[in-house]
C-alpha cells in the first residue's frame, strides 16, 4: 500500500523556520518526482516546490531564496525547510509524490497535509 505521511508542521512566528518531512512507504522512492503543495483556507492547492529523481528542484516564486526541498533516498523522505515564514503562509502543506512516464503521469500519490500557522 502506497502512502505518504508528513510531519513538522505547527504553530510559529513570523519570520520564524519550520521543517517538514514526509516519508513514504510501499513506494520504490527514488523514482517518484517528490513535490510540496499548500493550501490555505478558501484558496486552491498550490506548488510550494519540486525535486526529481536527479534532484532538480523547482521553485514558487514566492519560495526562493527561502524554502529549501530535498530528499534522501535512503530513508525514503523529502524534506521542506522554510525560513522568513510570513502570516499569509498559514496553510495546510501536503506532500506528493509523482512518476512521469514519457511526458505523462502514471502515478500520483498525496499525503495527509500538516497544518502550518504563522502567527504572533
Known amino acids: 500500500q502506497v502512502q505518504f505521511v508528513e510531519s513538522g508542521g505547527g504553530l510559529v512566528q513570523p519570520g520564524g523556520s519550520l521543517r517538514l518531512s514526509c516519508v513514504g512507504s510501499?513506494?520504490?522512492?527514488?523514482?517518484?518526482?517528490m513535490g510540496w503543495y499548500r493550501q490555505a483556507p478558501g484558496k486552491q492547492r498550490e506548488l510550494v516546490a519540486t525535486i526529481t529523481t536527479g534532484d532538480s528542484t523547482n521553485y514558487a516564486n514566492s519560495a526562493k531564496g527561502r524554502f529549501t526541498i530535498s530528499r534522501d533516498n535512503a530513508e525514503n523522505t523529502v524534506y521542506l525547510q522554510m525560513t522568513s515564514l510570513k502570516p499569509e503562509e498559514t496553510a495546510v502543506y501536503y506532500c506528493?509524490?509523482?512518476?512521469?512516464?514519457?511526458?505523462?503521469?502514471?502515478?500520483?500519490?498525496w499525503g495527509q497535509g500538516t497544518q502550518v500557522t504563522v502567527s504572533s
Open positions: 506528493n509524490g509523482r512518476i512521469w512516464g514519457s511526458s505523462v503521469v502514471v502515478a500520483d500519490y
Open positions: 510501499g513506494v520504490r522512492f527514488r523514482l517518484y518526482t
